[in-house]
């Protein structure tokens, strides 16, 4: 009996009250892998334990809510979290769960189910489409789009020839073949005289404006028409404000933001189109928990704070945040000098190292060709000690790299410099290539084969694969050679087979997300 591998899944917790069977419902998502036998599919979980018979022609990908949907006699129906059939296969074609409710086709007719597969809306539409974000869904009949909520009220009546979720229960519309723009209570907020609506930005919640969006007109002109872009801003009050100033606003506070002109420069301005810096070819980046922006004027950064005022004089060839203070360089990246300023100006380390790297909390720095780490505040680590650049990774563990008998090994430190490995092995660098952590592991090669390790640095899974991947999701997939054959398997954190060495290709497209 062979069973093999087809894709791997995920079903994720429901937060919805139903009488299952089992006692012991998971707290966290699972990830699960598709597997098939005598042409029917069924799943197993990374334990290697099947926990689906392979008894149905197909499964889809439907976990919100703990929802998968299932297909056995040429219908689709569901099983919940662990894996009970809680909806009969009677379906001919299904949609996705959120907010508790699912899209589902019976002949030519679409209505929504609940998660006990009782119809919330009886099937009656050409087409439904679910909000992810509101409990709305939009509705076609007989070629029209309306909108309705989850009880299957209408809030929309079937007038437009298109809607469109954008955010935040904002649905563009479209009508006598122009854009406009309606709040899913059916009160229109633009109306229809647009040919194009581009884009929401939505406020801070302090704000009194909720969004603003880029519209596209067209206007009449002496050889025909133009099309001119405006941007219209919606206030909790029900106010609409039209600016024809600027093409596109992002906002760094309630009435400043970041303005671009129809040639893609950028400038600052307020609400009322007052210029703090005219559009012109430049660069600006703002921090907002710190209160202060930093601009970039040609080749050169500088400082303003969130009334337009320069701070600090935009003198720096490089500038990022580390820690509440400005990691900076003078003169070119390469044999520039790089120190440490606060948002003041004010110098915490002086320009004297001849290169540094940030993670946003430290910085790796280079002095007279040694690498060390000192932090925000300008207090060293970890004296210069190594002699290549170090890479920061996860969890503000650095990966350095040592060069013995001309060749390079990597090993891994603390921000004290202290190593991981220094007492597992002989050498502070055993790892001939080493790569980032990701999910509490990381694959390092020895002698030619990979393993992985956990965050002490101990090896927790041999190293004896000719090639592997990154952990996804609990899972890894790792190739062997077999009879002179390279062949792609599939390893749980334990290093545990979930499917053997047997596929020609990693298949790692097939690993997909939670939804």
Same mark, same amino acid.
């Given at each position: 009996?062979?069973?093999?591998?087809?894709?791997?899944?995920?079903?994720?917790?429901?937060?919805?009250?139903?009488?299952?069977?089992?006692?012991?419902?998971?707290?966290?998502?699972?990830?699960?892998?598709?597997?098939?036998?005598?042409?029917?599919?069924?799943?197993?979980?990374?334990?290697?334990?099947?926990?689906?018979?392979?008894?149905?022609?197909?499964?889809?990908?439907?976990?919100?809510?703990?929802?998968?949907?299932?297909?056995?006699?040429?219908?689709?129906?569901?099983?919940?979290?662990?894996?009970?059939?809680?909806?009969?296969?009677?379906?001919?074609?299904?949609?996705?769960?959120?907010?508790?409710?699912?899209?589902?086709?019976?002949?030519?007719?679409?209505?929504?189910?609940?998660?006990?597969?009782?119809?919330?809306?009886?099937?009656?539409?050409?087409?439904?489409?679910?909000?992810?974000?509101?409990?709305?869904?939009?509705?076609?009949?007989?070629?029209?789009?309306?909108?309705?909520?989850?009880?299957?009220?209408?809030?929309?009546?079937?007038?437009?020839?298109?809607?469109?979720?954008?955010?935040?229960?904002?649905?563009?519309?479209?009508?006598?073949?122009?854009?406009?723009?309606?709040?899913?209570?059916?009160?229109?907020?633009?109306?229809?005289?647009?040919?194009?609506?581009?884009?929401?930005?939505?406020?801070?919640?302090?704000?009194?404006?909720?969004?603003?969006?880029?519209?596209?007109?067209?206007?009449?002109?002496? &050889? #025909?028409?133009?099309?001119?872009?405006?941007? /219209?801003?919606?206030? *909790?009050? %029900? =106010? $609409? @404000?039209?600016?024809?100033? +600027?093409?596109?606003?992002?906002?760094?506070?309630?009435?400043?933001?970041?303005?671009?002109?129809?040639?893609?420069?950028?400038?600052?301005?307020?609400?009322?189109?007052?210029?703090?810096?005219?559009?012109?070819?430049?660069?600006?980046?703002?921090?907002?928990?710190?209160?202060?922006?930093?601009?970039?004027?040609?080749?050169?950064?500088?400082?303003?704070?969130?009334?337009?005022?320069?701070?600090?004089?935009?003198?720096?060839?490089?500038?990022?945040?580390?820690?509440?203070?400005?990691?900076?360089? &003078? #003169?070119?990246?390469?044999?520039?000098?790089? /120190?440490?300023?606060? *948002?003041? %100006? =004010? $110098? @915490?380390?002086?320009?004297? +190292?001849?290169?540094?790297?940030?993670?946003?909390?430290?910085?790796?720095?280079?002095?007279?060709?040694?690498?060390?780490?000192?932090?925000?505040?300008?207090?060293?680590?970890?004296?210069?000690?190594?002699?290549?650049?170090?890479?920061?990774?996860?969890?503000?563990?650095?990966?350095?790299?040592?060069?013995?008998?001309?060749?390079?090994?990597?090993?891994?430190?603390?921000?004290?410099?202290?190593?991981?490995?220094?007492?597992?092995?002989?050498?502070?660098?055993?790892?001939?290539?080493?790569?980032?952590?990701?999910?509490?592991?990381?694959?390092?090669?020895?002698?030619?084969?990979?393993?992985?390790?956990?965050?002490?640095?101990?090896?927790?899974?041999?190293?004896?694969?000719?090639?592997?991947?990154?952990?996804?999701?609990?899972?890894?997939?790792?190739?062997?050679?077999?009879?002179?054959?390279?062949?792609?398997?599939?390893?749980?954190?334990?290093?545990?087979?979930?499917?053997?060495?047997?596929?020609?290709?990693?298949?790692?497209?097939?690993?997909?997300?939670?939804?």
């Amino acid at each position: 009996m062979v069973i093999s591998f087809i894709t791997i899944l995920f079903l994720i917790s429901s937060p919805y009250n139903i009488n299952y069977s089992l006692s012991k419902v998971p707290d966290e998502p699972q990830t699960l892998i598709k597997i098939s036998q005598n042409s029917k599919v069924g799943l197993k979980n990374t334990d290697g334990i099947i926990v689906v018979s392979p008894i149905y022609q197909d499964l889809g990908i439907n976990q919100i809510n703990g929802m998968l949907a299932v297909k056995r006699e040429n219908k689709w129906g569901f099983v919940n979290k662990n894996f009970i059939e809680v909806i009969k296969p009677i379906f001919d074609e299904v949609g996705y769960f959120y907010c508790g409710w699912c899209p589902v086709r019976i002949g030519n007719l679409w209505g929504l189910i609940d998660l006990n597969g009782q119809w919330v809306v009886n099937p009656m539409y050409d087409y439904i489409e679910i909000s992810k974000e509101t409990k709305t869904a939009i509705i076609i009949k007989n070629g029209k789009y309306g909108l309705i909520d989850d009880r299957g009220n209408i809030r929309i009546n079937t007038e437009y020839e298109k809607l469109t979720f954008i955010k935040d229960g904002m649905l563009s519309f479209l009508k006598n073949r122009k854009t406009g723009m309606v709040n899913q209570l059916g009160v229109e907020i633009f109306p229809a005289e647009y040919t194009g609506i581009y884009g929401i930005t939505t406020f801070p919640e302090k704000s009194k404006y909720m969004f603003s969006v880029l519209l596209e007109k067209e206007v009449p002109t002496k &050889s #025909g028409s133009s099309l001119e872009r405006e941007t /219209g801003f919606f206030e *909790k009050s %029900g =106010k $609409t @404000i039209i600016m024809k100033s +600027y093409e596109g606003y992002d906002f760094i506070t309630e009435d400043l933001a970041i303005v671009y002109d129809e040639f893609g420069n950028v400038g600052l301005a307020d609400l009322n189109a007052n210029h703090l810096f005219k559009p012109s070819k430049c660069e600006i980046k703002p921090y907002l928990s710190d209160k202060f922006i930093i601009v970039k004027y040609n080749r050169y950064h500088g400082i303003i704070n969130n009334s337009g005022q320069v701070i600090v004089k935009p003198i720096y060839t490089f500038m990022a945040k580390v820690g509440e203070n400005l990691l900076v360089c &003078s #003169g070119n990246l390469k044999g520039g000098k790089w /120190g440490i300023i606060d *948002k003041n %100006g =004010k $110098t @915490i380390v002086p320009l004297k +190292y001849s290169n540094a790297k940030t993670n946003g909390k430290y910085v790796c720095f280079e002095d007279n060709g040694l690498w060390g780490i000192l932090d925000a505040t300008g207090k060293i680590t970890a004296k210069p000690q190594f002699s290549y650049e170090p890479n920061f990774i996860e969890n503000d563990l650095i990966r350095v790299f040592s060069n013995k008998n001309d060749h390079l090994y990597v090993g891994y430190t603390n921000i004290y410099g202290e190593s991981l490995t220094k007492s597992l092995f002989k050498s502070k660098f055993p790892f001939e290539e080493a790569m980032p952590f990701n999910q509490g592991l990381a694959s390092v090669k020895m002698k030619g084969m990979w393993g992985f390790i956990d965050a002490s640095g101990k090896i927790v899974i041999p190293c004896k694969y000719n090639l592997c991947s990154d952990f996804q999701n609990g899972v890894a997939w790792v190739e062997e050679v077999i009879d002179n054959v390279p062949k792609y398997g599939l390893i749980n954190k334990n290093g545990d087979y979930l499917l053997e060495p047997q596929f020609k290709a990693p298949l790692s497209s097939l690993i997909i997300g939670i939804y």
